[in-house]
């Protein structure tokens, strides 16, 4: 059976909180592409969660315009690290602050949308349909440029509204 998108988004968290922990390490030789691997992977699972969960929270689920808008300013938060991560070099003086910002990021980034998002979007819609929108989020980051080409363009800052 194929997972359903909250398997796939906690996957997602997982893989990034191991970057930015190996990332975190100061000697390792290879923070320069951990830092390129984390832009690529928070970049993806950004697009996508905005692209998937985030509608269906506002479209389905009562109260989910103000989930959205949470997860929204969570994601608004993130571009600018990211965006100074990848112009960043392991060898300046604000790289591990990036780090560091970064991880408190996620940190503050997972769990509601793990343990209040999801269950939420899935009391509504079902297990069947979370393996559906499962899918289309793998689909989704399948297809989409690396690196922070894959963010949407959009301005900061948006948000959705009931109606």
Do not use: C, W
């Not at 059976?1 to 100061?26: C, F, K, N, R, S």
């Not at 697009?47 to 506002?58: D, N, V």
């Amino acid at each position: 059976m194929p997972p359903d998108l909250g398997t796939l988004i906690a996957h997602d968290h997982q893989v990034i909180a191991a970057l930015v922990a190996a990332l975190a390490e100061e000697g390792r030789a290879d923070r320069f592409p951990l830092a390129h691997r984390l832009v690529d992977e928070v970049a993806g699972h950004v697009a996508a969660e905005l692209q998937i969960l985030y509608p269906a929270l506002r479209d389905i689920v009562p109260g989910g315009v103000e989930l959205a808008n949470r997860g929204q300013a969570d994601h608004d938060a993130l571009r600018p690290l990211l965006t100074a991560l990848e112009r960043a070099h392991p060898d300046d003086d604000s790289f591990d602050d990036l780090v560091r910002g970064l991880a408190m990021a996620v940190e503050a980034h997972a769990p509601p949308v793990e343990h209040e998002f999801l269950p939420a979007l899935e009391a509504v819609i079902g297990f069947e349909k979370m393996l559906e929108l499962g899918a289309i989020y793998s689909s989704v980051k399948e297809n989409l440029p690396g690196g922070l080409d894959a963010l949407p363009g959009a301005a900061p800052g948006a948000t959705f509204s009931p109606g």
